[in-house]
């Protein structure tokens, strides 16, 4: 379980109520959409509003808590920064699985940004396709 004081003092950040109960969710759900954390945090602090959510999750995403995972034809859903991984992606049902990134997979997109003149802070690599359970 993370520490959210701890996460949120280390980037700069005040460790609210709301950001906390944000976390929470996000940490449950894994990869989790904006109107799924108000659905849950409103469950809790129901005077909570969607708008204290987004301002919120810019707030952390900009910080460098959280990772906007941008998906096509849908919502973006956000996790807790990690280190470097692949998503999965199904296509079908949205649902997002993470990956590790081996080594060599770390040293290809380092071997493409360094080819660019690219300085490399940060990957992430999104895969689409069809999950195993929509495919049955």
């Known amino acids: 379980m993370v520490n959210y004081a701890h996460l949120l003092n280390s980037h700069d950040l005040k460790a609210t109520f ?8 996000i940490e449950k759900y894994g990869h989790t959409a904006i109107d799924k954390i108000y659905e849950e945090v409103s469950k809790v602090h ?3 509003s969607l708008a204290t959510i987004y301002k919120n999750i810019i ?3 900009e910080s460098g808590v ?6 096509i034809g849908s919502k973006s859903k956000y996790e807790i920064i990690k280190d470097d991984h692949i998503h999965l992606i ?8 993470d990956k590790i990134l081996d080594e060599n997979t770390a040293k290809d997109t380092a071997k ?6 690219f300085s490399l802070k ?3 690599v999104n895969l689409y396709g ?7």
Not at 18 to 25: A, F, M, W, Y
Not at 130 to 136: E, P
Request: one cysteine or more.
């Open 18 to 25: 709301q950001r906390t109960q944000i976390l929470e969710v």
């Open 46 to 48: 129901s005077s909570l």
């Open 59 to 61: 707030l952390m995403v």
């Open 66 to 71: 959280l990772a906007e995972v941008s998906i």
């Open 90 to 97: 199904c296509t079908e049902c949205g649902i997002v699985i």
């Open 112 to 117: 493409v940004a360094e080819g660019s003149s």
């Open 122 to 124: 940060h990957r992430q």
């Open 130 to 136: 069809v999950c195993d359970s929509c495919q049955k």
